[in-house]
């Protein structure tokens, strides 16, 4: 120990200091790497959050020992990977975080003594507005929404009410953009769960104060819903012919022709030959009468003056009748009402295109030649096509299909891997601590185990060199004096030079002390 004491005290101030930063630096970055080796693998629990919603989760997951760090302004917490399903089931039990809004849970500690009815009304529509925001949220991409409901009571002396309305506010999540779809979608959805309300009614807007659905509006059939029915019948028809003819052998281009407005059509015919008896009526009529009274019949002899007329002559009796039949047939025409309504977005007509690949076969010399699809076999995927798509003749649908042969695009056998730069953005952080940990052993290796080495070895050379070797010469004779030859080993020479080192140290740092030494040895000569 000795030893070692007056080895660093040769060394000098300030190569100890060096040996001392050198041994501080190397500490700090053994700490460093086994803070980032050993530290927890942590993983994002929950963003967006309120800050008075996180300090709450904060306090309850300190509570059950669980690691947690807040970022992002104290909006997102970070737990360790192995213990987030153990975190959200800890804050699950205490109802962290909070629902937005107040749904119908507020009538279930609600004290009817001393509620108005205008009161109720406002808990109604309240309780109404925040379960219809809690559905909105749960929407994929919807991060908060807000709902506003207008639901008019009828005036006095007024037989009809106000039409109601509402409004609502949709946050997206990661600076997404709400989609008309998406905005539509939350129209009905608001319209179906509201009495009375129309969809026209709903105003749509995000949360940049963007208008996307306004009230009034009516929903547009255009080329939204056209690329949507073209985009399914594509996968329809692609989805049934690659299972046939393989994958990369198959084009599929669809068209459709959609109703963009609403219109009705009413048609009515009449088949006469379509006669049917209705109701036959029949009518008979039979009448018999006869006068036997007596009267004188009509004669010349009544025109004679002073002639008695009701004397002689005989009488004759009259009889009538009369014989009627009547029928009435009433028939009933076929009669045909047709009435057809278009709805905005309904299909008028569909077309589409196929182009598949031929086959390929292999001659014995390895020669690979095309041969085309036959005619048998296009017409059989023609009419799976047709069934895939729904075709329609009546409506005008096409369908086209051609076997042409498809520019061979040059493949690698190799399989395929991910590339250089993915596997180092992967492991990165590995990467840089395992470079840490050989940066450090490295720096420990030159500045500390390589000095310490090197000053054993002087410290034996020089124990080994405490007797220098002395080497007999021949006796001298009388006229030569006695001559010792010392023979010095490089160690030995090596220990001389740090003695010298030291020397001129030890002089530059006491300088008056060495003169005042050199004086002394002039002075005694």
Do not use: C
């Not at 309305?165 to 990661?174: C, D, P, T």
């Not at 029915?229 to 049934?240: A, C, G, P, Y």
């Not at 182009?355 to 085309?372: F, K, M």
């Amino acid at each position: 120990m000795a030893k070692l004491i007056n080895n660093l005290k040769s060394l000098g101030t300030k190569r100890l200091i060096a040996m001392g930063v050198v041994f501080l630096a190397v500490m700090m970055l053994l700490s460093a790497v086994t803070y980032f080796a050993t530290r927890p693998d942590m993983t994002t629990l929950y963003a967006g959050m309120d800050p008075a919603d996180a300090g709450q989760a904060i306090a309850a997951l300190e509570g059950a020992n669980i690691p947690v760090q807040a970022t992002n302004n104290g909006t997102a917490l970070l737990v360790p990977k192995n213990m987030k399903d153990n975190a959200r089931i800890v804050l699950a039990q205490k109802g962290l975080p909070a629902t937005p809004g107040v749904g119908y849970e507020l009538f279930d500690k609600a004290d009817g003594f001393g509620l108005t009815t205008f009161m109720q009304r406002v808990n109604r529509l309240r309780a109404m507005e925040g379960e219809l925001g809690r559905t909105i949220s749960s929407l994929e991409g919807v991060e908060s929404a807000r709902v506003h409901l207008v639901l008019p009571d009828r005036e006095s002396f007024s037989r009809t009410a106000p039409d109601p309305s509402a409004s609502v506010v949709v946050h997206m999540k990661g600076g997404r953009t709400l989609e008309t779809t998406q905005a539509r979608a939350i129209r009905h959805l608001v319209a179906a769960a509201v009495p009375a309300l129309k969809p026209t009614s709903v105003t749509i807007a995000d949360a940049a104060g963007n208008v996307i659905l306004t009230e009034g509006e009516a929903p547009k059939a255009g080329a939204e819903a056209r690329t949507s029915i073209e985009t399914k019948i594509q996968k329809s028809v692609e989805d049934l012919l690659v299972a046939r003819l393989g994958n990369g052998n198959v084009r599929v281009s669809v068209t459709a022709e959609i109703e963009t407005a609403r219109e009705v059509r009413r048609r009515q015919e009449f088949d006469p030959n379509g006669r049917v008896v209705r109701s036959t009526q029949t009518v008979e009529d039979k009448q018999r009468a006869s006068d036997n009274s007596g009267d004188n019949a009509t004669s010349v002899q009544q025109n004679i003056p002073n002639a008695d007329l009701l004397s002689g002559g005989p009488t004759t009796p009259s009889a009538s009748t009369s014989d009627r039949n009547e029928e009435t047939v009433n028939y009933e025409i076929t009669n045909e009402v047709v009435e057809r309504v278009l709805e905005p977005g309904d299909l008028r007509k569909v077309a589409v295109a196929v182009l598949v690949n031929g086959s390929y076969s292999t001659a014995e010399d390895g020669a690979r030649s095309y041969q085309p699809r036959t005619a048998e076999e296009l017409k059989s995927l023609e009419n799976l096509i047709k069934t895939a798509m729904g075709f329609n003749e009546t409506r005008g649908d096409q369908v086209s299909i051609e076997s042409l042969q498809f520019a061979e695009i040059p493949t690698d056998d190799t399989p395929l891997t991910r590339s250089t730069t993915e596997i180092l953005a992967e492991n990165s952080g590995t990467i840089i601590m395992w470079t840490i940990i050989a940066l450090v052993i490295i720096l420990i290796f030159v500045f500390v185990v390589r000095p310490l080495m090197a000053m054993i070895t002087a410290e034996k050379a020089i124990a080994e060199t405490a007797v220098d070797p002395v080497i007999d010469m021949p006796a001298p004779t009388s006229d030569e004096p006695a001559v010792l030859v010392n023979v010095s080993t490089n160690a030995d020479q090596i220990a001389r030079d740090d003695a010298l080192n030291n020397l001129q140290e030890a002089v530059d740092e006491n300088i008056e002390q060495a003169v005042a030494v050199l004086r002394s040895w002039i002075q005694e000569g």
